[in-house]
């Protein structure tokens, strides 16, 4: 017991540290070093570190590294053409003004599905969100909500193809690519969408009731000249290159190599199912990059800037999540949190409701989707691929139910992104955060019980 109580009063110390503003990377080791000294004689500290905490850290690195890379400078080089707002005042016009609320998920939505990143949209659709909502009459409390339901809900972990990092994580444990299950994701997306857009419409409409309006707010925006923007299809052209180009890779183009080295010990014995999601990304993204680079040359003040950092911009979240699956690996090689596997799984015999809370708590716990997911299945993904295997489960559940998992209880106060947002919008938890945990982690949650049920009556599509 005094085992397990060291590993909750250290997950509670990084998820205090997290909201206080403490960076994760620094912090990982000695949160891991509190619940190393609670299981004293199980693990000695700096061994633990060294020939734990720093091979896991790296080989998170290995295995993600480009696909972080890649969607960093992608988001940057979109940002700095223009193009991301191209999109998001081309959006406004085909749904309206006066439809606010929608016009800025949707922009967030398409530029996040395309492999545009979380914060590039919200620093690029803020100004417009906050143009929409003060001619609208909308409070500004709830533009995190609408930035939010766009950009980590549906497109972050439902829809097929997305190149988001929680919809690659479960690749490599389960054998599958980007459009897992896509039927069954399709689904969970629009019940997100649905279930967001009748929660923002309803808080608009009470909103109103009040005679509550934009509120009080002195907002500095830098906003470029609408005349320095792409084209809308120009500006829209990489977004659908990712997305088609994924496909076509995945399904036709890497099946069709010649793989057959993979199968040597040079490259350890590795199956093509491993790797071809995330090689189906890199191919996509890489083309996106260079046509974006190539069509809007002469609008980029500084190519070499721009790429610059962008790679440098990848380098911060990367680590951060890398931190905290050293952390997460730190844990799961305590004998105490044997005991705690064991109870989470046997909370349900059915390896895919066991999977999803599994991934449901510990991305609660660690305030972060793709790290509670990462740190699930490396400590029990093998477990939960022989288990599916052995029941005879489609692994293409196994990976949708973690990716929708990890999104059910991650934006809790001390998520990352949902402070970063909260700041790019200069609103506080008190002010905005109920509605962003309704439309983020409600709908998922919902969406997941949704697409248990689905899969358990017709099965896996």
Known sequence: MLGILGIVLSLALLIFLAYRGWNVIFIAPFCATVALLFNWGDAPLLATYTQTFMPAL??????FFPLFLLGAVFG?????????????????????????????????????????????????????????????????????????????TFTMTALPGTP??????????????????????????????????????????QARARGEGYGNHEDALSQAAEQGMPPFWLALLPIVVVIVLNYIATSYVIPAMD?????????KKTPLSAVLGIWSIILAMLVAITLVAVLNRKRIANLLDTFN?????SLLPMANVASEVAYGAVIASLAAFAIVREGLKSVASDP?????????????????????????????????????QAAGINPEIMH??????????????????????LAICSLTHRE??????????????LSSVLVLGLNAVFGTF
């Open 352 to 388: 895919v409701t066991s999977l999803f809370i599994v991934v449901t708590v510990l991305a609660g716990m660690t305030g972060s989707a793709s790290g509670g997911m990462s740190l699930a299945l490396g400590a029990m993904g093998e477990y939960y691929a022989h288990a599916a």
């Open 432 to 445: 905005s955060y109920l509605d962003l945990f309704m439309v983020g982690s409600l709908s998922a949650l």
């Open 309 to 313: 950092k962008g790679t440098m911009g």
């Open 58 to 63: 790296g080989n998170y690195f290995a295995k």
């Open 259 to 267: 793989t057959a080295y993979l199968a040597t010990d040079k490259f």
């Open 164 to 205: 988001a990092i929680q919809n690659a994580i479960p690749m490599p444990f389960f054998g599958t690519n980007t459009f897992a299950a896509p039927g069954l994701g399709i689904i969970a997306g629009v019940f997100m969408f649905a279930f967001g857009q009748f929660w923002l419409n309803r808080r608009v409409a």
């Open 76 to 152: 940057k080089l979109m940002d700095d053409s223009g193009s991301a707002r191209a999109i998001a005042h081309k959006i406004v016009q085909l749904v309206g003004r006066e439809r606010s609320m929608l016009a800025v998920v949707l922009a967030c939505a398409i530029l996040t599905y395309g492999g545009v990143s979380l914060f590039v949209v919200a620093f690029s659709v803020y100004p417009i969100a906050v143009s929409l909502f003060r001619e609208s009459g909308i409070p500004k409390r709830l533009i995190p909500a609408a930035i939010g339901l766009g950009s980590f």
């Open 400 to 421: 949708r139910i973690a990716a929708l998992g990890s999104a059910a209880m991650d934006i809790l106060p001390h998520n990352g992104a949902v402070i970063t947002l």
